[in-house]
């Protein structure tokens, strides 16, 4: 199958190629101008569409340029070029809408759900993503505990689930791959939720230094993302498709944090 992959270079993108061509498919890139997305089309069975702003610390009006209307003119290309599907990863910001990225990326599902087009549209929602090349809060927390740095997030009791980027390109392959995806929304993470504590344990473990924790009252801490839950359901995803993570949450740590150490 030949695959068009947005946002190639990115850091999911960079895991994404390799996975797909060793399955056996042609990958090709394109960033978010259209111009070069539309020549790179022609004779793309699929496009992976992950040429999206990726943090909400940016302008509305600059969101829904990019993220909305960025991704209603790809998917409208990839029609008109006889693209049989597009999946879109969105986020589980998405459900939460707690904040202007999380609408935008909303806003984009309904701009491709309403699109009249015989192409066939799969979303899929993630969480947290971590894995090499992971920026932005799962690095920090990564070099707080490598440094050894004591941190106050003994007491929090919450469950968040998390995906590694090896198992979110196998689940993104099998979005393209299976009959059964075409038309569906589907949540995707590594297994059960963890707590922020166990997730620094399992960090540091990871990285041969041991997570210092101290208790701190929950909610005195500044930080919603690391004391409040959010849970996913893959079910359908595993029920439907019959997938399963390839990776087990060790092996996805483990990788991180070799390369965070190869840096």
């Known amino acids: 199958m ?3 992959v947005t946002g ?7 895991s994404l190629g390799p996975f797909l061509e060793a399955r056996g498919h042609e990958v090709r890139g394109a960033g978010r101008d259209v111009t ?6 022609p004779g793309c069975d699929a496009v992976v569409h992950l040429a999206n702003i990726a943090h909400a610390r940016v302008a509305v009006e600059l969101l829904r340029r990019v993220n909305v209307e960025g991704t209603l003119r790809a998917a409208e290309s990839a029609a008109r070029a006889g ?9 589980l910001k998405a459900r939460e809408r707690d904040d202007e990225y999380g609408h935008a990326k909303l806003a984009a599902e309904r701009a491709l759900q309403e699109l009249k087009s015989p192409m066939e549209i799969v979303i899929l929602r993630p969480p947290l993503v971590y894995g090499p090349r992971v920026r932005a809060n799962f690095l920090a927390l ?6 050894g740095w004591p941190l ?10 998390l995906v590694y980027v090896g198992n979110l390109c196998d689940a993104v392959a099998s979005c393209v791959e299976s009959a059964a995806a075409a038309g569906k929304t589907f949540y995707v993470a590594d297994g059960e939720a963890l707590s922020t504590p166990a997730l620094c344990r399992a960090i540091g473990d990871a990285l041969g230094r041991p997570a210092r924790l101290f208790r701190f009252p929950p909610r005195l801490l500044p930080l919603d993302k690391l004391r409040d839950s959010l849970v996913v359901d893959d079910a359908p995803l595993r029920g439907e498709l019959g997938w399963k993570p390839p990776f087990s949450l060790a092996e996805g740590l483990s990788a991180t944090a070799a390369w965070y150490r190869n840096r």
């Open 2 to 4: 030949r695959i068009l």
């Open 8 to 14: 190639l270079s990115g850091f999911i993108g960079s």
């Open 83 to 91: 693209v049989r599907r597009f999946v879109y990863l969105s986020s």
């Open 152 to 161: 106050p997030l003994a007491s929090i009791e919450n469950r968040r689930s």
């Open 142 to 147: 990564m070099r707080a505990i490598a440094r």
């Open 36 to 41: 070069a997305l539309t020549e790179a089309l």
